[in-house]
């Protein structure tokens, strides 16, 4: 934990090293912190210039892009919510007005959908405020190097997220999977353990015609021409359990 110049304390947690980079040689890095609470911009400024950083600080999104313009800083941090302009919105226009800067997003929040948001706008890392100061600042040198720098607590659901949005591709990929309703993935799989109509019925509780209506929207919605095509298709794709054994299906009834 350190304090800032106006003796508020601000937490430093743990934060994996992202890099072993140094600065530029030859150069101060020039860093504009963009936060809206005055304490923690002083705070900051003075931690950082401490350590041999040329500082400026903007309250607000829309005076961090002027700033920007005039100060050319190698590296912004960043908060992500302020109010008027959101700090990913400024990411955007800060990029578009000063080019060579990376902007590092530097936020209480760990959530995955504003750091995807933040990585869409050109944001090279996403750090949390309790982040050690020592993290703080090989994440500023990192990024100023050209490398991303990500705190471990958002690392891990990014990755959760990149493993989501993989499996919702792979079964787009497949036709008609997605478009199946919770009954008729049932009907779907008593039809692949080879059930007939009457005993999908009974098992369902619901009618025979209701079933025969399934089965017909089934095949339309996998592209097959009939159940034992459509159970292949529900065994290939993983959208039932492949039966243990051989299975007669059941034809229409």
Do not use: W
């Not at 302020?82 to 902007?103: D, K």
């Not at 990500?150 to 493993?163: K, S």
């Not at 009939?226 to 009834?253: F, M």
């Amino acid at each position: 934990m350190f304090r800032n110049d106006g003796g508020v304390p601000i937490s430093l947690g743990r934060m994996v090293d992202p890099t072993n980079s140094d600065q530029p040689r030859g150069q101060r890095l020039r860093v504009l912190v963009v936060d809206d609470s005055e304490l923690f911009r002083t705070g900051m400024r003075t931690l950082l210039a401490s350590e041999g950083f040329d500082l400026a600080d903007s309250a607000s999104g829309e005076a961090a892009i002027r700033r920007a313009r005039s100060f050319l800083p190698h590296v912004v941090l960043m908060d992500v919510r302020m109010p008027g302009m959101s700090g990913i919105e400024a990411t955007r226009l800060v990029l578009e007005a000063a080019p060579g800067t990376a902007v590092m997003m530097f936020t209480g929040s760990s959530d995955c959908a504003e750091m995807l948001e933040a990585v869409r706008a050109g944001a090279s890392g996403y750090l949390l405020k309790d982040a050690e100061l020592t993290d703080i600042i090989k994440a500023i040198r990192a990024t100023a190097a050209g490398h991303s720098a990500i705190a471990p607590q958002v690392a891990g659901a990014l990755l959760a997220n990149v493993r989501e949005n993989l499996v919702a591709s792979q079964r787009a990929s497949q036709p008609g999977a997605l478009a199946l309703s919770r009954r008729e993935r049932q009907v779907l799989a008593l039809l692949a353990a080879g059930c007939d109509n009457l005993a999908i019925a009974r098992q369902l509780y619901i009618s025979p015609s209701t079933v025969k209506n399934h089965v017909s929207r089934l095949l339309e919605k996998l592209g097959v021409d009939n159940r034992v095509q459509a159970a292949g298709y529900a065994i290939r794709h993983g959208l039932v359990d492949a039966p243990s054994g051989p299975v007669a299906v059941a034809p229409a009834a």
